[in-house]
């Protein structure tokens, strides 16, 4: 798994909040995202290895990563 810095991991927490697959990864993702408001703040270990994982699995399953090669010859339309 590929290690991402904090500002990375924070920057998805809000998309998360609204995106993740369950109710407590919502809620985890609500709540980091605003205890990156607070002062001095920095996560737990077990925080941090938490969204390493959340924001790994938006990018395993993102469409957007595939790109599609046309092949060559006469077009079906």
Partial sequence: MTQRCLDH???YMPRLSRTAGSAW???????MARRA???NW???QKQLEVMQGMVASLFDDD???VIEIEKEGP???
């Fill in 75 to 77: 077009s079906a339309a």
């Fill in 42 to 44: 920095t996560p737990t």
């Fill in 63 to 65: 469409p957007q990563d």
């Fill in 25 to 31: 990864e919502r809620q985890f993702a609500a709540n």
């Fill in 37 to 39: 408001r607070w002062k």
């Fill in 9 to 11: 991991l924070l920057f």
